[in-house]
Structures are given as C-alpha cells and as structure tokens.
C-alpha cells in the first residue's frame, strides 16, 4: 500500500501541470486522452495494479481478463476521468460526488483504516467548503480541468486497488454503483450526441444537472444528486453484502434502464 500511494502521489504531480495547460491554453480531445493514457500507463507498470479480474458478473463464473487487463484498466480510467471531468458544471457538484464515493469506497471495502485515503477525503472535504463560498465569495475556488481530472483519477485508482487487493472484500461491480451517476450522465450524453450527430467533446447544457437546473437553484440541484448519488452508492453496498455479484450487476443493468 505505501508504494501504491507514493506513485498515486507523484504521478499527481505531472497530471495538475499537463492539465493546467488545459486550462490554460486548451488542448485537442485526442491530447487529453493519451496523456491520461500515459498517466494509467505509468500507474499500471509502476505498481502492477490493474483490473486482473471483474469477478462472477454474469453468473458463469469469474472473469478473468488476462492480457485484456491492462488495455480495459486504461479504458475504465479514461472514462472515469472524463466522467468527473464533464460532471464539473456547478459548484461542490464535481468534488461532492468524488469525496462521497471515495467515502463509500473507504468504509465499505476498508481501505480507509489502513491508507492515506482519509487524507484525499479530507483535502477533498476542505476544497468543497471553499468552492462552494462557505468563508466568502472572495476566498472561492475552482477545479478546472486540471482537478476534476485528478479527482477522477484518484477515485479511479482507488477503485481499482480496492478490487483487487486480497485484502479487501468488495466486488468490482460494487464500485460502479458509487460513480453511477457520473458514468451513467457521461455514457448517456456520448450516444445522445452521436445519435444527434453532435461532437461528443463540444460543451453543451444537456447534462443532468443542466436538466435539473431548469427547475431548481444551484443549491437544490446539488443536493438533490449527492442525495441519489448516496442512496445509489448505499444500494450497491446492500447488494455487495446479501448476494452474489451478478446479481449486483443485472441490478446495475436495470438501474441504469430506470434511469435513462
């Protein structure tokens, strides 16, 4: 665990600046995603962490990936980044839903017991506090693409050690159900842009909390996802706990039906 947070760390480094151009100068969607390619890549053979196996998904047994583990791992954190990237459209919204799945993450695998992981939570919690002006508009602060892409990569990341580490006993499917609402917004907004014939990087308000903020304040849109995105995260865990994952998993099938 300590040389899995040592490189979590210093790759975190590299990542801030690559994306501070971002925000600074903006790059093409093509640049973005090999940097955080390279970024996984780095991870992956640094630590040798990576999706080996997605467990009993559809009850035939386990899946192990084999020689696919590492392209699927680099896959599942481009989208992960890109989700929290794309999710960043009000205040707390971005950094509230990543410091509650790093919560549920924490508590229900036990992670949190015995890492650093309390201490991301805890910067996490600090930055929400002043990006949503509880100690005054002027001390505000703002992720840009430089922190909702660390903060998917670090939700990511820890996803993924969780999963796979022995000594934890959480499914993989468990962790999609606490970015469900990230995930589900992102992979929904890329086939609707397609079916549209939209570019699928351009800005847009059809995002969830664009929808929800056709009839609620900043405030209660805030609320309102954190509160689906806990009762979402909480179901995953009861399912975790009572049954076997594929189960969890055709669960996750027809939550996702309800909610598109």
Known sequence: LPE?????????VPLLILFLIDDLRGLKPLIRILIQCALSGYMIF?????LESL???????????????IPFTLFCVVGVMNAFNMM??????????????????GFSSGLIYDSMLVLIIGSTLGFVIFNLGFLGKKRGVFLGDSGSNLIGFWVAWISIYASQNELYT?????LVWFVAIPLLDCIGLIFSRLFNKKNITSPGRDHIHHKLLNKYSPEKTLLIIII????TGMLGIYLNNTYSSYV??????????LYY
């Open 88 to 105: 960043d459209g009000i205040n707390g919204l971005c950094s509230g839903c990543a410091m509650l799945a790093l919560i549920l993450i």
């Open 248 to 257: 969890s998993m055709y669960c996750f099938v027809i939550y996702s039906i």
């Open 46 to 50: 640094s630590t040798g962490v990576y």
């Open 55 to 69: 467990g009993n998904l559809f009850g035939f047994g386990n899946i192990n990936l084999g020689l696919f583990g």
């Open 228 to 231: 689906i995105s806990f009762v």
């Open 4 to 12: 899995f947070t040592f490189r979590l760390m210093v790759i975190s």
């Open 170 to 174: 959480i499914y993989p499917i468990t």
